[in-house]
């Protein structure tokens, strides 16, 4: 699990990207900053094809026709 992101860190974060926030965007990136963790360990995982069903088609003899 990555640490925590704190006030230090995250104005460090957006001071070098050169993005401005409110302390009203800040609090919400620091309430949501474990939840995005969690998803990116999901999302950087080994899927099959059919993780993408909008990418596949199964058609049949009977559509083709």
């Known amino acids: 699990m990555p640490p925590a992101l704190n006030d230090s860190a995250l104005s460090y974060l ?33 899927r099959g094809r059919m993780a993408e069903p909008a990418h596949t088609f199964g058609f049949t003899a009977e559509d083709l026709g």
């Open 14 to 46: 957006l001071a070098a990207s050169g993005i401005e926030l409110t302390d009203a965007q800040k609090a919400d990136l620091t309430s949501i900053h474990d939840l995005l963790a969690e998803m990116k360990a999901r999302v950087r995982q080994p």
